[in-house]
Nanobody
Framework: QVQLVESGGGLVQTGGSLRLSCAAS????????MGWFRQTPGKEREFVAA????????YYAESVKGRFTISRDNAKNTVYLQMNSLEPEDTAVYYC????????????????WGQGTQVTVSS
């Protein structure tokens, strides 16, 4: 079993930055592909970014490319999402997720989920 706990959300002004963290625990945590998704009320949860377990290949949604950076520290079993140049449209609950196989972009491939952390960007 894998547990994921996000932290680092909060309120920031347009153009500001936040860094989200996702601490993973469990025997297989370091072998999982890890992703970040986000969701706003009334909308489907959408892919933001993902990173592979060993060679740290990264994947991004078009809407965040050049602004967000995903990284991981396997020694600490932690994944990060550095968010720069934040916009009001980035306001959402951000979820960390882990998967063992399949596409990084598909929500359904992720078996493990955190509880989410709120990010609010004020205009």
């Amino acid at each position: 079993q894998v547990q994921l706990v996000e932290s680092g959300g909060g309120l920031v002004q347009t153009g500001g930055s936040l860094r989200l963290s996702c601490a993973a625990s469990g025997r297989t945590a370091s072998s999982l592909g890890m992703g970040w998704f986000r969701q706003t009320p009334g909308k489907e949860r959408e892919f933001v970014a993902a990173i592979s377990p060993t060679d740290s290949m990264t994947y991004y949604a078009e809407s965040v490319k050049g602004r967000f950076t995903i990284s991981r520290d396997n020694a600490k079993n932690t994944v990060y999402l550095q968010m720069n140049s934040l916009e009001p449209e980035d306001t959402a609950v951000y979820y960390c997720a882990g998967k063992s196989s399949g596409s990084y972009y598909l929500l359904a491939r992720y078996a493990y989920w955190g509880q989410g952390t709120q990010v609010t960007v004020s205009s």
